[in-house]
Structures are given as C-alpha cells and as structure tokens.
C-alpha cells in the first residue's frame, strides 16, 4: 500500500489495521457533543459504511456490511430493506423517492421509492473480492449517475436514467491500482455533468463525461500535490463552478484543498 492505512481506522473496507466502528453517532449540538443511537447498538451497525439523507429530511438510510437499514424517525429505529454488503448509498439530488448503493462484486442497486424497495442493476463487471462500486450523482443533471468501479484497475462506468442501467466510458488508466477494494473515490462537479474527479492512489479528471481522463496529482510529490489512498470528495458549500472552486480530498495524508 502506497499510503499510510493505519490513518483509516475506522471502517468496511478490509484493510489489515482497520478496525470495526460502534454504530451511528448523533449531534444536536452542531456537532460539539456526540452520542450513539441506541438503535445502532447492534451488531448490525457495527460497519457503518454510508449514510444518505434525503433531500426532504424525512428518511435516513445506512449502508452498512449486513446490507441497507432505513429510518424515518430520526434513527429512533430502523427497518433492514436490502440484505448484502453495501459500502456506498445516495439520495437523487432534488427527489426523496430515488437514490443509488453500490456494494462488492458488481453489485448495485437503485430504489424509486425512497429506499423501501431495492433493484439489482445488472451488467456491471466484477467478481470475488474486487468490484467494489463507488457512485455519484451529477446534480446538475442527475438523470446522469456515475459509476467507479474497481475493476481491471479501475474504469468509470455512466448511468442517463438515474442508474437503472450503465454503460463503460472509459478503461485501462489503472487509477485505482491494485487497490480499489480499498481506495476508490469519484465526485461530480455540481455545476457541470461533464467534470467528473475519480481518486484510487492518484487523482483522475475527465471534462468530456468520463471519456478522457488526465492525471492531476502525484503521491509521491506531497505535500505540493495530494497524498495517496483517496477516500472521499466534497466541494466546498458555497461552490459555484466559477468564484469558488474549492475542493476538498480526504485520504491517507489527512485533508487536502
């Protein structure tokens, strides 16, 4: 592993060093003091991969290693709607009654009914223990999903009807290495469809919608470029494609802007 993993120590992803989580933690507070949902005291909740809200606020789904756990109390309790190792779960951007998970093996899935109901997609590739799915609405657009999917080192798939089906955009760039079971992030631009950022040791960006990607950082270069193992993209809240373009990158080195 390029990266430092002993830093991530709290997840599913199986790295050697990690080590399992304690439930879901809530604040009412804004975040200064935090205490754990006594309904995720279970064993259930003891890998706690994703957590999605959707856009009304009124239901809170958990991707979690025993499969997809929806609440709409609060989290006070919890209704198990899909059984299977799920690592990535989202809302539709603007519609309460869709959203997106990925899990393992090629395995993903899309509800349209506000997460009650789960289908399978199929065709996306992957076996055993890698294809791991990573996706990513283009909230600009979000009939367009996007998939990172580890496989063959890494290839970018593309939904147009809201992940019900995918089709390959692009392989053989090997940014995820050896190591997307473990590292394998993607974010979309929310101002543009078209940008899409996919991270595994280094950082890929496409600008024609998954097609081309050109390499835009370097590990070993740190800290003039971002550290290796990348695990999550945020923009920052006030983005707007043109004043503010700042985005953030969590991986093994820490926060990167």
């Known amino acids: 592993n390029e990266g430092e993993a002993w830093k991530d120590v709290l997840d599913g992803f199986y790295n050697a060093d990690g080590i399992r989580g304690a439930g879901i933690m809530m604040s009412t507070d804004g975040g200064t003091t935090w205490n754990q949902l006594a309904s995720t005291n279970t064993t259930d909740f003891l890998y706690v991969n994703?957590?999605?809200v959707s856009p009304n606020g009124a239901t809170l789904l958990a991707a979690t290693r025993t499969?997809?756990?929806r609440s709409t109390n609060n989290g006070t309790s919890w209704t198990q709607v899909l059984v299977g190792e799920v690592l990535d779960i989202d809302f539709h951007p603007t519609d309460s009654n869709k959203g997106v998970a990925g899990g393992r093996a090629g395995n993903?899935?899309?509800?349209?009914n506000g997460g009650q109901t789960w289908t399978p997609v199929a065709g996306l590739p992957g076996s055993g223990f890698e294809g791991r799915v990573e996706l990513a609405y283009a909230r600009s657009a979000p009939t367009t999903v996007y998939a990172s999917i580890d496989y063959l080192s890494g290839q970018l798939w593309k939904s147009?009807?809201?992940g019900v089906s995918y089709g390959l955009v692009n392989t053989g760039n090997n940014y995820l290495g050896s190591q997307?079971?473990?590292d394998n992030a993607i974010w979309v631009d929310p101002t543009n469809a078209n940008t899409v950022?996919?991270?595994g040791i280094d950082l890929w960006r496409s600008t024609n919608g998954g097609p081309t990607l050109n390499k835009i950082s370097q590990w070993f270069s740190a800290p003039a470029s971002a550290h290796a193992d990348h695990h999550i993209i945020v923009e920052h809240p006030n983005y707007n494609g043109a004043?503010?373009?700042t985005v953030y990158f969590g991986n093994d080195g820490g926060i990167y802007m």
């Open 180 to 182: 997307g079971w473990y």
């Open 67 to 69: 499969g997809i756990f």
């Open 160 to 162: 147009t009807n809201g």
């Open 108 to 112: 993903a899935w899309y509800t349209t």
């Open 50 to 52: 994703r957590l999605a």
């Open 243 to 245: 004043g503010n373009r």
């Open 197 to 199: 950022i996919v991270g």
